[in-house]
């Protein structure tokens, strides 16, 4: 007989009703040619709580002329709940997307609908004394939130933490800066962008290779560690495999992820 899985009991965090808020672009800016950037804030109303990786949904209003519904698109959350009193997320532009398409339209002040906070992708606590961030695309939009709350609760000093972000090319990556910064500043935070789409010649320093290469390679401390995957269907599906075959079953609980579009 097989022993049993044990599983992590984390802490549940209490749960934050969703409101469906009036709203206003506050910023809007491109973080690469296809990548926008974009804030918005409550009007009148504050700011609304919420656990760093959670997401809001826009409200896409129905367009009667267009034959078009009332629709809800999610976008995650880049910000964490201490750093400004409105939200800010980062959206890869969709060719003919109903959403992105309107999205790249708007400017500062524009009103929208925005409903949230939604999902329950978060930090499991306690922590384990290893944690790894894996994101491909804009999937590192709420693990930027989770590291940020590591920072924030002084949590980064006392483990060791790994973000391996994974894009197409140079310039698909977004946020370089920030974290560059935060490796140089917190000796035990790791980061690792990687290109999958970098050839010999192009210039590129860094690692070369889908997130999921990395992670074959690698050896985990499987029996202290928890791992967060964000991105497209078939990375997560790959690395929980990985993850299974070195060890960690996805039913111990210590695999977190959240699927993004594929």
Known sequence: MSNPVERFAFERLPNIRPAEYDARVVHSEWVTPDTLKIAFEPVGAAMFPFHPGQYVSIVLPEDADKGLKKDLRPY????????????????KMVDD????????TLNEGDPLKILGPLGAFYLRRPLHKRLY?????????PLRAMVKDLISTGEIHDRDVTLLFGVRTEADLFGMAEFERWAKEF???EFIPTLSRSADGDGWQG???RVTKHLAEWDFPVEDMQIYFCGNGQMIKDGIEIMEGKG???RTRRIVFEKYFD
């Open 76 to 91: 995650s959350m880049w910000n964490h709940p201490d750093e400004f009193e409105y939200v800010v997320t980062i959206a």
């Open 248 to 250: 960690l079953g996805k």
């Open 187 to 189: 000796p035990r935070f």
């Open 97 to 104: 997307g109903r959403c992105t398409s309107w999205l790249k």
């Open 207 to 209: 690692a070369r290779g």
């Open 133 to 141: 961030f894996v994101a491909t695309g804009t999937g590192v939009v």
